[in-house]
Nanobody, 124 residues
Framework: QVQLVESGGGLVQAGDSLRLSCAAS????????MGWFRQAPGKEREFVAG????????YDTEAVKGRFTTSRDNAKNTVYLQMSSLKPEDTAVYYC?????????????????WGQGTQVTVSS
């Protein structure tokens, strides 16, 4: 069992930066690859970024490429999503999730554990 708690969301202006954190507790954090997803109002939840168990492999979507970076600190059982050059279309609830194994997945259904989400609102 893994419990995930996101933090760091908030209301910012377009062009600002935010760093989301996801703290994990429970079974060995380094046994899991991690993913970040988001869900905007009226839209389906979508994959944003993923990171392998040791941070060596990272995925992100075209919509955030060059602006968002994910990282992890296994000693602190925490994964991060650094977001810069934020746009109004980045407004969403952001979730972190854990998938068993070494590599992240783009598929939501493969993630076993989810955080409660943190709201990010970007004003124009």
């Amino acid at each position: 069992q893994v419990q995930l708690v996101e933090s760091g969301g908030g209301l910012v202006q377009a062009g600002d930066s935010l760093r989301l954190s996801c703290a994990a507790s429970g079974r060995s954090f380094s046994s899991y690859a991690m993913g970040w997803f988001r869900q905007a109002p009226g839209k389906e939840r979508e994959f944003v970024a993923g990171i392998s168990w040791n941070g060596g492999v990272k995925y992100d979507t075209e919509a955030v490429k060059g602006r968002f970076t994910t990282s992890r600190d296994n000693a602190k059982n925490t994964v991060y999503l650094q977001m810069s050059s934020l746009k109004p279309e980045d407004t969403a609830v952001y979730y972190c999730a854990a998938v068993s194994g070494t590599m992240p997945s783009l598929r939501e259904r493969e993630y076993r554990y989810w955080g409660q989400g943190t709201q990010v609102t970007v004003s124009s």
